[in-house]
């Protein structure tokens, strides 16, 4: 029988813990695996190697919702990865509109109000939907893509725009499997997720790590070509009015390098803006 999405992140997750982490007591020999086994993963979760067996090679697809808690839990999910599991095994919605390009024109509005604050809203296939007039200035324009998983991984600039660009790609990668989780048959996910597989290594190989987590409050560096380096927290809002869509806006704390950078950059994008 033909693998399942459950059962190739079951098995992803299992090979990403290690044995000492567990409780489990060390058996010696040698392991094929750099993860649990699936005895152990059964053992932690209660439930029998054959039915484990059996959930890894998709000749069971329907596990109860008990199971999948137990198996969130022995598998040390947080709560992101257990909604995906979730997702996956059935027993949570998942969202059958396509990635909407439209924005509601309030949010527009909203987004416009922060004249100080980078903000864009982005769909389920990380395009860049609407941005205001610092963000564009901050993304120089969107010289490459306005969808940030092809900013990320096929502009050579990336690399250097963002100071810390391997975990930018992990982030990124583990939003896009998130919503995926959601909305698996989107067209538009989809044409985006076969266009990254072919177009990048690195994608590649972070895809087949089967992390899935949404993106929160965190800080992230740049080093713009007009105004230097930049460090900004950055926070994320579901817009519940657009299921699939998310708002994220950054700020720099005050009194700091960045905070005048980011003043700066303000400026320059006014300026622009009045002269366009």
Do not use: C
């Amino acid at each position: 029988m033909a693998e399942t999405e459950l059962g190739v992140y079951l098995r992803a997750r299992r090979e990403r813990i290690a044995p000492s982490r567990t409780g489990l007591p060390m058996a010696g020999g040698y392991r094929r695996v750099p993860g649990l086994r699936r005895e152990e993963v059964a053992l932690l979760a209660g439930v029998s190697m054959d039915y484990y067996t059996r959930l890894e090679q998709g000749r069971e697809r329907r596990p109860s919702a008990q199971v999948v808690d137990a198996l969130a839990a022995a598998l040390q999910l947080d709560e992101d990865a257990r909604l995906h599991l979730f997702r996956l095994a059935g027993l949570s919605p998942r969202a059958h509109v396509a990635a909407d390009g439209r924005v509601d024109p309030s949010l527009l509005e909203l987004v416009d109000a922060w004249p100080n604050n980078p903000a864009i809203v982005y769909n389920r296939a990380y395009d860049v939907l609407a941005a205001n007039a610092i963000a564009d200035a901050l993304f120089s324009g969107w010289p490459h893509s306005r969808n940030l998983l092809r900013a990320v991984f096929t502009d050579p600039a990336a690399r250097t725009f963002y100071r810390d660009w391997p975990a930018v790609a992990r982030n990124v990668v583990a939003g896009f499997r998130l919503g995926h989780g959601a909305a698996p048959h989107d067209p538009r996910v989809g044409q985006v997720l076969t266009e990254l597989l072919d177009a990048s290594p690195e994608f590649t190989e972070l895809w087949s790590r089967h992390d899935a987590r949404g993106k929160s409050l965190e800080r992230k560096r740049f080093l713009h070509s007009d105004v230097g380096p930049l460090e900004l927290t950055m926070q994320t809002f579901d817009v519940r009015s657009s299921p699939g869509q998310e708002l994220v806006v950054y700020h720099a704390e005050p009194s700091t390098p960045s905070a005048e950078a980011l003043a700066l950059l303000g400026s320059l994008a006014a300026t622009r803006r009045t002269s366009g």
